[in-house]
Structures are given as structure tokens and as C-alpha cells.
């Protein structure tokens, strides 16, 4: 069973940085597709940050040029650089892993990891 645990989210101030990293478990196949979304307060769950398994990557306008998007397909890891954080990213941010897994959609989601952005 494939599981995708998230590390890293915590109480930063604006301004400062925080790292997430997400490892996919019990998977012997990489995925198409990794990446990070977010859930803020009173709003939908957004795209942050994705790389195909071609390392093209896809950013939030909001998020360009402070956050930076990594994986390691050899340990299916796929972690979240986030700099010059403003009071705006406070949020639940979750790891996801999905695509084609032997011609079948999979598509994964972490439990989530807050972090919270003080002024």
C-alpha cells in the first residue's frame, strides 16, 4: 500500500524559510507526477508546486521565485523549498504522487503538514 508521509511544517515568522519533504512508501514504481498543494482557512485546496518525472515543474504565480520544487526519483521523494514566506502561505500543505502506475491512474495524498506564518 502505497503512503505518502509529509515532514517539516511548523511556526515560522514572515520572512523566513521552511523545507517540506514528502517520502512515497511502498511503491516499487515512480510517479508521473509529484507535488505540493495547499489548504488555507476558508479556502479550496490550490496548486503550489509540481515536477513531472521529467523534472518540468509548474508554480503558483503566487509562490514563484520564493519556493522551489525538488524530487529524488531513486527514493521518491519530493520536497518543498519555501522562502520569503508571507503571512498569505499560512496553510495545510499536502503531498501528492500520481499518474500512470502499469496503465492504471493512481493518485495519492499525504495526511498534511501545517504551517503558520506570524507577523
Known amino acids: 500500500q502505497v503512503q505518502l508521509v509529509e515532514s517539516g511544517g511548523g511556526l515560522v515568522q514572515a520572512g523566513g524559510s521552511l523545507r517540506l519533504s514528502c517520502a512515497a512508501s511502498?511503491?516499487?514504481?515512480?510517479?508521473?507526477?509529484m507535488g505540493w498543494y495547499r489548504r488555507a482557512p476558508g479556502s479550496q485546496r490550490e496548486l503550489v508546486a509540481l515536477?513531472?518525472?521529467?523534472?518540468?515543474?509548474t508554480y503558483a504565480d503566487s509562490v514563484k521565485g520564493r519556493f522551489t520544487i525538488s524530487r529524488n526519483n531513486a527514493k521518491n521523494t519530493v520536497d518543498l523549498q519555501m522562502n520569503s514566506l508571507k503571512l498569505d502561505d499560512t496553510a495545510v500543505y499536502f503531498c501528492?504522487?500520481?499518474?500512470?502506475?502499469?496503465?492504471?491512474?493512481?493518485?495519492?495524498w499525504g495526511q498534511g503538514t501545517q504551517v503558520t506564518v506570524s507577523s
Open positions: 515536477m513531472t518525472i521529467g523534472r518540468n515543474t
Open positions: 511502498g511503491s516499487a514504481f515512480n510517479f508521473d507526477n
Open positions: 501528492r504522487a500520481w499518474g500512470q502506475v502499469t496503465g492504471i491512474p493512481r493518485n495519492y
